[in-house]
């Protein structure tokens, strides 16, 4: 076992269902002690490489190692060293919420005052201190997504996977979460993270993005802007955002103004072009000549958001 390999190599990991192919000659390394995003649409295969690289699904073809090691071949050795959180609660909500670690904790072969401590551990840094006596159908959201947190790390695993963990949970809970990822990158723990919430994975140390099973943008965030990015970003505010979307994407379309995107993001308007200074005349003209004032327009610098947009077009 090489402790100085990443904590995660996969090279052309590919599964075929049948004729389907759900994820395509994937390679990605994940450092040790990194938040690592991976990020994709609904059926991009996400879930599909995480579950590869488990060890609870066999590849058609390719590898993938945890730690510097197989996990085809020492998934045994591997398994007490990592820790899973699905995107589906997986608690039992009829227990509390100190009954579901005690269950867990023995689960992973954890004893008497060892348990007692690492429980004591998790609910501190969860927050779920008092809530110890509390059915878990009875936390809300983002707490029982910190009582899962606090399962999946009890036995203090090397690599931590988190497949969308804070889907559906509200904003303030998601942030509270991610604090606590921060805490256990602090610890040395590494974090796996699957999410489609762009502001989470600007979070993050180094993200992938996938799509229909490739990998189509690996890096930093900044290296992903930088590399992934073709042309300026131009942020309008409209006195119509709805309208002046549907209006410029027309305008593109008869080939009036060199637009790569345009999006809405709440009552601003995200227009991409390979050269905005030349294309602000042409949009003004376009939205007056619809009754659309503008308040503002300025070149801002894109959104891990407006780059994630451009690379699932392409």
């Known amino acids: 076992m090489n402790e100085q390999a990443p904590a995660i190599t996969a090279r052309g990991l590919t599964k075929k269902f049948g004729d389907f192919t759900a994820v395509n000659q994937v390679d990605f390394d994940v450092h040790r002690g990194e938040i690592f995003g991976f990020l994709g649409p609904n059926g991009s295969g996400k879930t599909t490489t995480i579950r590869m690289t488990l060890g609870l699904l066999q590849p058609t073809e390719g590898s993938v190692s945890v730690l510097g090691m197989s996990v085809h071949k020492e998934t045994e050795k591997i398994r007490p060293r990592v820790g899973y959180m699905s995107q589906r609660f997986s608690l039992y ?14 689960a992973y072969g954890l004893k008497n005052s060892l348990l007692e401590e690492r429980i004591q551990d998790a609910l501190v840094m969860a927050g779920l201190e008092g809530r110890e006596q509390t059915k878990t159908k009875d936390l809300s959201g983002g707490w029982r ?3 899962a947190l606090s399962a999946a790390i009890l036995h203090r695993p090397d690599v931590l996977f988190l497949d969308e963990p804070t889907a559906g949970v509200d904003p303030i809970s998601r942030r509270a979460f991610w604090d606590l990822l921060y805490i256990l990158v602090a610890e040395k723990i590494t974090v ?10 600007e979070h993050c140390h180094r ?8 990998i189509i943008a690996y890096g ?23 309208r002046t979307v549907k209006i410029l994407r027309d305008t593109h379309q008869t080939g009036k103004l060199p637009l790569e995107e345009v999006e809405l993001y709440g009552s601003l308007v995200h227009v991409v072009s390979p050269d905005v200074e030349k294309t602000k005349a042409g949009i003004t ?9 503008i308040d503002q327009m300025e070149i801002i610098e894109p959104s891990l958001e407006d ?7 392409e």
């Open 285 to 293: 003209a376009a939205l007056s000549e619809e009754k659309i004032t």
């Open 307 to 313: 780059v994630f947009i451009a690379c699932m077009r």
């Open 93 to 106: 909500n009829d227990l509390t919420v100190l009954q579901n670690l005690n269950f867990y904790g023995a």
């Open 220 to 242: 930093s965030p900044a290296e992903i802007k930088r590399d992934m990015m073709k042309g300026q970003v131009l942020e309008i505010a409209p006195s119509d955002a709805a």
């Open 192 to 201: 796996f993270v699957t999410t489609h919430y762009m502001d989470e994975a």
């Open 145 to 147: 997504q910190r009582l």
């Open 207 to 214: 993200l992938a993005f996938i799509q229909r099973g490739k």
